[in-house]
């Protein structure tokens, strides 16, 4: 097994923040086996989704409907709706498996790994990246 943490730069901004690049450097001569993406925080999520094409705006605007970051929230602290980010791995789990062949990862054309980060209260995120050979 081989594993690293990757620290991601938010900069308190709310989003989508793509890690395919680094998913694929870290698979990248392993062979096969199964890549695990990880984020050990309760108020975010990993995602496989189009990047680039206006999907990034669309998935907010839908979190935000089915979360709204109002103080309806029984969980109060931090940012007005905080409350919601903790319900976010109810849409996005904390963790996915992609498979690897070859050494590569086994994404559709348009799909790409990325960190769903709500929550503007923090700047950083860390993100472990797992692969088990096969």
Not at 25 to 43: I, K, M, Y
Not at 53 to 76: F, I, K, N, Q, T
């Amino acid at each position: 097994m081989k594993t690293v943490e990757l620290s991601i730069q938010t900069g308190r901004r709310r989003g989508l923040f793509d890690l395919t690049a680094a998913c694929e450097e870290f698979v990248a001569g392993q062979g096969d086996g199964l890549l695990v993406v990880f984020v050990p925080h309760a108020t975010a999520g990993i995602v496989v989704v189009e990047l680039g094409s206006g999907s990034e705006a669309d998935l907010m605007a839908v979190l935000d409907r089915l979360l709204p970051r109002d103080d309806r929230w029984v969980h109060r602290h931090g940012s007005p709706g905080h409350g919601a980010d903790h319900l976010v791995p109810m849409v996005a789990p904390p963790s996915l498996t992609v498979p690897v062949v070859s050494g590569r990862l086994t994404l559709g054309t348009w799909q790409s790994i990325a960190l769903l980060d709500p929550n503007s209260d923090n700047s950083s995120r860390a993100v472990r990246l797992t692969f088990m050979p096969g």
